[in-house]
C-alpha cells in the first residue's frame, strides 16, 4: 500500500492516534510504502528529529517509490482531468505514484482522492 502523508502526519506527531493500526498493519505483514513526493510533503512540516527518526525506521527516505517521469506524465493527465485540479497539484502526484505502480493508496482524506480515476483507496480500518 502507498502511505499518504496524513497517515504519517496522525501516526507519527502529536497524539499519534493512527500509530497503533499502524503498528498493526507492519506486524500483519502489510508491505506500506511512501512515495518521495509524500517524504517532500512529510519533511517540509514542522517535524522533530524524533519524528523523523521513527519515520526513517518505518519509511527509510532511500527506500522511496520515485517520483519519475511515468508519475509525471500521469499526475499531468489527471491535472487535465478532474475537475477543481489546481491547488490539488501534491495529491494528484500522489496518485499519479499509486496508479504507475499499481499500489492502492492509504490516506485520511479519501474525500480528496475519490474522483481521480484509475486510482485503488485502501481501508485498514
Not at 493512527?18 to 510533503?41: M, S
Not at 522533530?48 to 525506521?57: G, K, L, R, S
Not at 502526484?93 to 485502501?122: Q, S, V, Y
Amino acid at each position: 500500500m502507498l502511505v499518504d502523508t496524513s497517515i504519517l502526519v496522525e501516526s507519527l506527531t502529536g497524539p499519534r492516534q493512527l500509530y497503533p493500526l499502524l503498528w498493526r498493519a507492519l506486524d500483519r505483514g502489510q508491505k506500506l510504502q511512501i512515495p518521495t513526493i509524500v517524504l517532500y510533503e512529510w519533511r517540509r512540516g514542522p517535524r522533530t528529529e524524533p519524528e523523523i527518526a521513527i519515520q526513517e525506521i518505518l519509511f527509510p527516505s532511500a527506500s522511496a517509490i520515485l517520483f519519475g517521469v511515468h508519475e509525471a506524465v500521469i499526475a499531468a493527465r489527471l491535472y487535465q482531468q478532474v475537475s477543481r485540479s489546481r491547488g490539488r497539484e501534491m495529491d494528484l502526484a500522489i496518485a499519479a505514484c499509486a496508479i504507475a505502480h499499481e499500489i492502492p493508496l492509504w490516506t485520511l482524506n479519501r474525500g480528496d482522492f475519490k474522483d481521480i480515476p484509475g486510482l485503488a483507496l485502501a481501508s485498514l480500518d
